[in-house]
């Protein structure tokens, strides 16, 4: 199984700034994926994060709000641009394991005021 | 559009009964289906998977049952613990263009296990 960290675990903070998530595996995947988690929700996919090339965004998710970073096959960033209150969620990586299965690291609680 | 959904927000089971945990889906071109667990405070943890070309598919102490007849998919936990209080969630992986798998969570379901 693949070790997912997530760094901050948490966070409170004024809206209009921004925050990058970092994610770090212990090993190289192919696969690595960020979803958001509003509070007492579903997981909702934001975007792939493909290494090398511009992250896949989907639906109703924007590269200006959500610019994606994927420099290598074990790290990717995420970061929330001009926060509003609406942004306050669980945001969580998530990668795909050598045997298909897909594992989540433990969120990044993130408060906006 | 495509949708995975559950039919109970919260159930609540006695200790050593078994729990089942259910979950309609609408795309009939899902290939895999994925149960997780999520405590509180976690990230979503894999429980058990089974692929379309299958009916029941068993691990440790859960069972997982798609009937794709109904779009139907279960999860069975058996002698319920107090460990397994939880939130549920069914997801569905279909492929999508780019060549990629897209994974779709359901609404999930709260397990309160009463001891």
């Known amino acids: 199984s693949a070790v997912i960290s997530q760094k901050p675990s948490r966070d409170i903070c004024q809206r209009g700034t921004s925050l990058t998530i970092q994610c770090q595996v212990d090993s190289q995947v192919t696969m690595m994926f960020w979803y958001r988690q509003q509070p007492g929700q579903s997981l909702t996919l934001i975007a792939t994060a493909n290494q090398g090339s511009e992250a896949t965004y989907e639906s109703g998710f924007v590269i200006d709000k959500f610019p994606i970073s994927r420099p290598n096959l074990t790290f990717s960033t995420l970061t929330v641009s001009n926060m509003s209150p609406e942004d306050s969620s669980i945001y969580l990586c998530?990668?795909?394991?050598?045997?298909?299965?897909?594992?989540f690291g433990p969120g990044t609680r993130l408060t906006v005021l | 559009g495509e949708s995975v959904g559950l039919h109970l927000p919260t159930l609540s089971v006695q200790e050593g009964d078994n729990s089942i945990i259910n979950c309609a889906y609408s795309n009939s071109a899902s290939d895999y289906f994925i149960w997780y667990k999520q405590e509180s405070g976690k990230g979503p943890q894999f429980i058990i998977d089974?692929?379309?070309?299958?009916d029941k598919r068993q691990g440790q102490r859960v069972t997982v049952l798609l009937n794709k007849t109904v779009k139907h998919l279960s999860l069975q936990i058996a002698a319920t613990q107090p460990g397994d209080s939880a939130v549920y969630f069914c997801a569905e992986k279909s492929h999508v263009a780019g060549g990629y798998q897209k994974v779709t969570f359901g609404t999930g379901t709260k397990l309160q296990v009463i001891p």
């Open positions: 089974i692929r379309s070309n299958m």
């Open positions: 998530s990668v795909v394991g050598s045997y298909n299965e897909q594992f």
